[in-house]
C-alpha cells in the first residue's frame, strides 16, 4: 500500500480514540492531527461568520508540541465554539506560530474531552515525521 506524504487513519482503541498522523515535517504533523481530531469528532463549521486566530508557544519536545496544538484547538473550541479548516503553520526549534482560519461549530458528533500523553512518541524517518495520538472521549 502506498503512503500519501500526509495523512491520518484511525486505529483500534480499547475505550478511546486513538490516530496516527503522519507527515513531512512537524508544521505537516500539527496540521493532520488537528484535521484528524476534527474528523474523528465528526466536527462541522458553519459557513459563516469566517474567523482567525493566531496562536504561539513553545515546547520542550515533538510530542508535547502535539499535545499542546491540538489541546489548543481544543480549548477554541469550547470556549469561543470555533473549529477550524485552514492551517498556516510554522515550527522552528520547537516554536509554534499558526494562523488558524475556521468558523463556530455549526455541530459535532462526538466530543473529545482531552489529548492525552499515553504512548504517544513522535518519530522520523527518510520520508517525514509520524506520530499516534490518543484522544480521551
Given at each position: 500500500?502506498i503512503?500519501k ?10 475505550a ?62 469550547e470556549v ?6 485552514t ?31 499515553h504512548?504517544i512518541?513522535?518519530t ?9 495520538i490518543?484522544f480521551d472521549?
Amino acid at each position: 500500500m502506498i503512503q500519501k506524504k500526509s495523512g491520518f487513519r484511525e486505529h483500534e482503541h480499547t475505550a478511546d480514540w486513538e490516530l496516527e498522523v503522519w507527515a513531512p515535517d512537524l508544521a505537516g504533523l500539527l496540521e493532520q492531527a488537528a484535521r484528524g481530531m476534527y474528523s474523528l469528532s465528526a466536527t462541522r463549521l458553519k459557513s459563516k461568520p469566517r474567523l482567525e486566530r493566531n496562536i504561539q508557544f513553545s515546547a520542550y519536545d515533538s510530542e508535547t508540541l502535539v499535545v499542546t496544538f491540538l489541546q489548543e484547538l481544543l480549548f477554541l473550541g469550547e470556549v469561543e465554539g470555533i473549529g477550524f479548516d485552514t492551517f498556516t503553520v510554522h515550527v522552528k526549534d520547537l516554536e509554534v506560530n499558526a494562523i488558524l482560519g475556521g468558523a463556530p461549530i455549526d455541530s459535532r458528533m462526538k466530543e473529545i474531552k482531552a489529548v492525552t500523553y499515553h504512548n504517544i512518541s513522535v518519530t522520523q524517518n527518510d520520508e517525514g515525521v509520524k506520530v499516534r495520538i490518543v484522544f480521551d472521549v
